[in-house]
């Protein structure tokens, strides 16, 4: 897979980041987010949401960049020794499995909620693990450039809707700001930071990095465009459908594109449209976690990547039918939620300390 | 690439028992003996009735000669004229020449080498089996008594049809002028547009037996020397017995044989050629077709037409930009159909969805089934199309497509909008200028049904999606498929989708790697 001597550039690294933030937050981000601060001021909550990940990105690329070419993977048992680095890099595995999973089966719920009502679910997340699987199984380079392919499409998609959508949008309902004062946002600072989740993604992506100097540039703009149209979401769903409603609609961002009233060409909805871009947002997102998890068991265990990606597909699957139902699924992205802060926060931070501390060591010495 | 290295590894199997077959027959050289010679020679070539050997008496020298060569390929013309003539006629006149009655073989031979024939290309040889490949390719190859070599003589007249204007790449504006089936004519339409010393033509044989002459030609100083030595690997691998028209090679050389897309262009337009030459890409000319390969193809190949470039720039994005919409329903057009009306009729505005209920009435199929049944019938007709005569041919069109598509309508067969639909789709696959590409995208098309008749839009969704990544994986000669568009490559998008003015595409596309990349100074 290395073989080639490719190498992700700097626009990719950001695309990269991008299209792995924007997932299924793109729907659930408004409700989840209006649950916990109950008054309009989510947007600011995303502001500081976003400074806190940028912050997160920091510690993440200083770790990295201690270890160039190396992923965390490959690094951890070299930091803090085989027995610890192994149990880290299982859970780092185990995270990017759920998401993966969560990933698969949240589009799915959407689908059958808006689209194929009598399709069985298991049809529908087979198919999409099978052609993930089509791509994850060509590596990190492959994969990177399909990114750069719904890019430009993603931007596109979000952009008109929410230019469709300015009508709707009434933004007294996006007043008072800070009527609540400032604890309502901050309460809504863990929600809007773990929708931004996806910066983990450069604790291995900085390893085939062409000028990893340049990651920590990188990962800010990857959050900046993410932040950015997270915000234009939040702010277009609000605004259209007021705080109190959004809190109680399972797919607020979906009620907003249904609320959309126009006749282009032959289609009457744009709900057709927002499906496209829902499928390629969550695809995105499934195809790099699945691949990082696949990655990380194939330097586990030093053996090669293929048969990691085949022996994956029942466990991908099997987290993805874990959930009973919606709100299963829901509190499956809570526990992932509270995963992460340790993959993206704890885990780089504690690796950063130690590695400061042994080079203080070793400089005694 | 994977498959590639697969399918090599494989080959190289059979190529090592080949070659110990080969190393069988040690190399025969000519003897001093001109009958020994003679019957060698024949022995070889057998006694067929196209090959001639003309015995002859030197005068001057009091030795025998004789020219061996085959009737239809070497011109008689020159033979008796350049040759014969010179030999017999003109050295008996020009007695200073005349050294002594005692020059030895080689004396001879160097004498009617330098000085008697006239002829533009001369060659000594003395490997009998070399000489016979020369004179099966036409040259006239010259045996003198008492001397050991022979002297090849370029004779080469092969039997070759007029150029005339290229019938499947048709232009209303732009050269008239098509490629014919031999190569030689081929190197010089070529030569004839690029007058540039860089423009180099290696030359290959391939083939065991047809020894077809195959030309690898670029520009030295412009192509990427990566995709240079790619091709040539690719090339001297091919072991095969005959190849009768370059798509054999192309089948070799290509990176993917699994993949639906063409990943070299065939062109019978010398134009065409000449452009790719000098945007850095490398054209391999095959004896015996007009059809040209030039490689490495990326996706956006398979959307232009030569006259983009020659009309001006605002019709070439014009044109492009339909292209591009019809490549786009082309492959879609009857999927979403089906998909819509069969699972997501709530999506259709509603007028336009009472009008569809409406002429489906009585229809007896789900919508799948009438796709597929007028699909395949567009794809019958077509292939019927292209293999009749062309007055009839017309006939079939006509018949095919208006009076069988308005029977099935009336007999309740299919719906009328249906029909609309897949003469849409026909007549936008048909706006495609290359051929491969518009047959890839007729497969996927109906990969594309299928997948819309189970799933639905979903279905939609993820069949594109899988085209995506395979485009993504695929690579021609080293070079992305599906550069320039991704990975970025910002220049080149001037001339992607668009054609922007010349004064603004000042380089050669960046995806090729070109060693000299200014085009306009």
Known sequence: ?365 | MNRWAWLQKKKKQTKNGHQQVKTHGTDVFFSSSLDSNLEQLQNILGNNPDIAIRRFYINVYKVNAAVVFIKGLADKEQIHEQILKSIMLELQMRECYVKEDRATGSDIKEIIKDHVITLTDVEENNKIEDCVMEVLNGDTALLIDNVDTSLLLGTKKWPSRQIEEPITEATVRGAREGFVENILVNMSLIRKRIRDPHLVLDKYTIGRRSQTPVMVAYIKDITNDSIIQEVKKRLEKIDIDQIPESGIIEQFIEDDFLSPFPQLLTTERPDKVASGLLEGRVAILVDGTPFVLLLPVTITSMLQGPEDYYERWFVGTLIRFMRFGAAIVSLFGPSLYVALVSYHPGLIPTDLVISIAGSREGVPFPTIVEALLMEITIEILREAGVRLPKPIGQTVGIVGGLVIGEAAVTAGLVSPMMVIVVAVTAISSFSLPQYGAAIAIRILRFGMMLSAAVLGLFGIIMFAMAITIHLVKLKSFGVDYTSPFVPYQFNDWKDAILRLPYSVIKERPEMLKPKDSTRIK
Not at chain 1, 149 to 154: A, H
Not at chain 1, 253 to 267: G, N, P, Y
Not at chain 1, 324 to 332: H, P, T
Request: net charge positive.
């Open chain 1, 1 to 365: 897979m290395n073989s080639s001597n490719e190498k992700i550039t700097f626009i990719q690294a950001t695309v990269v980041l991008t299209m792995t933030i924007i997932g299924v937050g793109i729907v659930t981000l408004p409700r989840v987010s209006a649950e916990e601060v109950q008054t309009p001021d989510i947007w600011i909550s995303m502001i500081l949401g976003g400074g806190i990940s940028i912050v997160v990105a920091f510690f993440i690329t200083k770790l990295c960049l201690q270890f160039k070419g190396m992923t965390i993977y490959q690094f951890s048992p070299i930091l803090v020794g085989k027995w610890a680095g192994f149990v880290f890099n299982l859970f780092i595995i185990m995270y990017f499995i759920l998401v993966a999973g969560y990933q698969a089966r949240s589009m799915a719920e959407v689908l059958r909620a808006y689209l194929l009502d009598k399709t069985p679910i298991e049809v529908v997340i087979i198919v999409y693990i099978a052609v993930g699987v089509y791509i994850v199984i060509s590596g990190i380079y492959s994969i990177v450039k399909l990114l750069q392919i719904y890019f430009p499409v993603v931007l596109v998609f979000i952009l008109l809707m929410l230019a469709l959508s300015i009508t709707n949008v009434d933004f007294n309902n996006l007043r008072p700001v800070l009527g609540g004062g400032f604890i309502p946002v901050l309460k809504g600072i863990k929600p809007t930071t773990l929708s931004l989740a996806g910066i983990e993604s450069y604790l291995i992506l900085m390893a085939y990095m062409h000028q990893s100097k340049k990651a920590m540039k990188a990962a800010a703009v990857g959050i900046f465009i993410a932040l950015f149209l997270y915000i234009l979401i939040v702010i277009a769903v609000i605004g259209a459908l007021t705080v109190d409603e959004v809190r109680l609609l399972t797919w607020p961002t979906l009620e907003l594109v249904k609320s959309i009233e126009m006749k282009v060409l032959l289609l009457e909805r744009f709900e057709s449209f927002f499906i496209i871009l829902w499928v390629i947002t969550t695809f995105t997102s499934f195809i790099m976690n699945f691949h990082f998890a696949s990655l990380g068991l194939s330097q586990v265990f030093k053996k090669a990547y293929k048969p990691f990606v085949y022996g994956l597909i029942p466990f991908v699957y099997l987290c993805a039918m874990y959930p009973e139902d919606i709100n299963g699924v829901f509190k499956l992205g809570g526990y992932i939620g509270n995963m992460a802060i340790v993959v993206a926060g704890i885990i780089p931070i504690l690796l950063l300390i130690i590695a400061f501390i042994r080079r203080k060591r070793n400089a005694k010495n």
